[in-house]
C-alpha cells in the first residue's frame, strides 16, 4: 500500500499502525503463497491456519478467549480487513469470517460457550460461519423460516434451507438463526451454534459465483442440536443478529477500501507509464479528473468508515447509522474506482487474469451482502427521519 498518511488520522493509535504493518507483511510474505483460486477451499483451510499462527485472529475474538482485547476493535478489524483486501479478496475473506462467525458468542454467549468456541477460531484450528440468509429472507428477517421446535427437555430440532452461506461447506460451526416463537416476526427467533458435522445438517450444495470462494446452500432436516448451544435468550436473534451486524457491517466497507486503494494503485501506475501520443496516459486532462475522482471516492469512504469504527470503539452502544452509511458509500465508491481503473487499461482491464479484471470482480458482491445498497439507504433515511421527529416532538 503506497500511501499510509491515513493513519495520522485522529481515529488512530499507535498500535493500528503496528497491526496494519504486521499484516501487510502476512499479506506480501505467508498468505502469497496459499492462495490458489482454482483450490478454494484448500486456501481458505491454509489461510484461517496461517492467520492464526500469525496472531492475527486474535483481533476477530475477544479476551481472555485467546483474543487482543477484552471487546472487539472495530478499527482493528477494519485496518485488517482493508490491508488484506488489498493485497488479495480471498485472504480477507478467510478473515472476515472468523469474525463475523463468532460475533454473535462473543457479543451475547455465555462464559461456557466462549470458553468452548472462541479460543479455537483465534488459533486457527476452527473454520466459522454465519448462516442467516434463507431463499426468501435476505435483508427481511422478519420472513425467516427455518425453525427450531423442541425436541425432548434438552434439544431443539432444526429444519429448514439457509443460502449463500460463506465458509459453508468447510465451516467446524454455524451461527443460525431459527424461529422458536416467542413473538411474531422479528420477535420470535432465536441463534444457535450448531456444528458442522451434526446429523440432519447438509451443506453439500456449493454455489459458485464470479469470484469464487466457499459459498453454501444448508438444509437443516430434523437436526437435533443441544438447547445448551442456543446463545443469547430465546427470541433474543434479532437483536443479537443485529448487534453482530452493528460491528461487522464497517468492515465490508473496509474491504471495499482496500479493493479501491489497490485499483487506483494500479491505475496511477498505468497512466505514468503507458506511452499516449507524445507523452503518457497520464498526461491527458481526462486521465487526470479521472484520478481525482478516484483519490477522492478513497478518501471520503475511509473517512466513513474510520468514523463508524471509531465510533463504536469509543462506547456507542449502537452505530446502525454510521455503520450503514459507511458501507454503502464505500462500496458504491469502490465500483466506480475499480470501473475506471479497468477502463484506463484499456484491453489489459478485462484481460482473465490482471489483478484490475480481478478487482472488477471481487467488488460486486460487497454492494450486496450483509445488506445491499438498497438496505443501507433505507436504514439511513429511516434514521435521519427518526431524529427528525424526536427534535419536533
Same mark, same amino acid.
Given at each position: 500500500m503506497t500511501d499510509e498518511s491515513f493513519l495520522s488520522w485522529p481515529f488512530f493509535e499507535t498500535r493500528h499502525a503496528d497491526l496494519r504493518s504486521a499484516v501487510a507483511r502476512f499479506a506480501e510474505g505467508t498468505a502469497s503463497g496459499l492462495i490458489d483460486h482454482d483450490e478454494v477451499d484448500r486456501s481458505c483451510r491454509a489461510l484461517v491456519r496461517a492467520l492464526g499462527e500469525a496472531g492475527l485472529l486474535r483481533h476477530a475474538v475477544t479476551a481472555p478467549y485467546g483474543g487482543a482485547q477484552a471487546t472487539?476493535? +472495530?478499527?482493528s478489524l477494519c485496518l485488517a480487513r482493508e490491508t488484506l483486501a488489498?493485497?488479495?479478496?480471498?485472504?480477507?475473506?478467510?478473515?472476515?469470517?472468523?469474525?463475523?462467525?463468532?460475533?454473535?458468542?462473543t457479543l451475547a454467549g455465555t462464559e461456557e460457550q466462549k470458553r468452548r468456541w472462541l479460543p479455537k477460531v483465534a488459533e486457527g484450528h476452527a473454520i466459522a460461519a454465519f448462516a442467516l440468509s434463507e431463499p426468501e429472507a435476505g435483508s427481511d428477517l422478519a420472513a425467516l423460516s427455518t425453525t427450531a421446535t423442541p425436541d425432548g427437555p434438552d434439544?431443539?430440532?432444526?429444519?429448514? @434451507?439457509?443460502?449463500? @452461506?460463506?465458509?459453508?461447506? @468447510?465451516?467446524?460451526?454455524?451461527v443460525v438463526f431459527a424461529r422458536t416463537?416467542?413473538?411474531?416476526?422479528?420477535?420470535?427467533?432465536?441463534?444457535?451454534?450448531?456444528?458442522?458435522?451434526?446429523?440432519?445438517?447438509?451443506?453439500?450444495?456449493?454455489?459458485?459465483?464470479?469470484?469464487?470462494?466457499?459459498?453454501?446452500?444448508?438444509?437443516?432436516?430434523?437436526?437435533?442440536?443441544?438447547?445448551?448451544?442456543?446463545?443469547?435468550?430465546?427470541?433474543?436473534?434479532?437483536?443479537?443478529?443485529?448487534?453482530?451486524?452493528?460491528?461487522?457491517r464497517s468492515t465490508v466497507g473496509a474491504a471495499a477500501l482496500g479493493f479501491a486503494r489497490r485499483a487506483f494503485?494500479?491505475? +496511477?501506475?498505468?497512466?505514468?507509464?503507458?506511452?499516449?501520443?507524445?507523452?503518457?496516459?497520464?498526461?491527458?486532462?481526462?486521465?487526470?479528473?479521472?484520478?481525482?475522482?478516484?483519490?477522492?471516492? +478513497?478518501?471520503s469512504a475511509a473517512l466513513l468508515i474510520y468514523r463508524a469504527a471509531w465510533t463504536k470503539?469509543?462506547?456507542?452502544?449502537?452505530?446502525?447509522?454510521?455503520?450503514?452509511l459507511a458501507k454503502f458509500v464505500a462500496t458504491e465508491a469502490a465500483q466506480r474506482v475499480v470501473d475506471r481503473a479497468v477502463q484506463l487499461h484499456g484491453g489489459l482491464g478485462v484481460m482473465k487474469g490482471s489483478k484490475v479484471e480481478a478487482l472488477y470482480r471481487d467488488i460486486r458482491a460487497l454492494r450486496i451482502y450483509e445488506?445491499?445498497?438498497?438496505?443501507?439507504? +433505507?436504514?439511513?433515511?429511516?434514521?435521519?427521519?427518526r431524529e427528525r421527529e424526536r427534535t419536533r416532538g
Open positions: 472487539l476493535d +472495530v478499527r488489498y493485497h488479495d479478496g480471498l485472504a480477507d475473506f478467510a478473515f472476515a469470517m472468523q469474525g463475523l462467525g463468532t460475533g454473535p458468542v434439544h431443539v430440532r432444526l429444519d429448514g @434451507i439457509k443460502t449463500w @452461506i460463506s465458509n459453508g461447506g @468447510i465451516a467446524d460451526h454455524y416463537g416467542e413473538g411474531p416476526g422479528t420477535k420470535g427467533l432465536s441463534a444457535f451454534m450448531v456444528e458442522g458435522d451434526a446429523r440432519g445438517l447438509d451443506a453439500s450444495e456449493r454455489i459458485e459465483t464470479i469470484a469464487p470462494h466457499p459459498l453454501a446452500t444448508l438444509r437443516f432436516d430434523g437436526c437435533r442440536i443441544p438447547i445448551a448451544n442456543r446463545i443469547g435468550a430465546g427470541g433474543d436473534g434479532f437483536k443479537i443478529a443485529m448487534a453482530t451486524l452493528d460491528v461487522f494503485d494500479e491505475a +496511477v501506475a498505468r497512466a505514468g507509464s503507458r506511452r499516449m501520443l507524445d507523452g503518457t496516459l497520464g498526461d491527458l486532462q481526462m486521465t487526470q479528473a479521472a484520478i481525482a475522482e478516484m483519490a477522492a471516492d +478513497v478518501d470503539d469509543s462506547g456507542a452502544a449502537r452505530v446502525t447509522r454510521e455503520a450503514a445488506g445491499a445498497t438498497e438496505v443501507q439507504k +433505507v436504514i439511513v433515511a429511516k434514521s435521519i427521519l
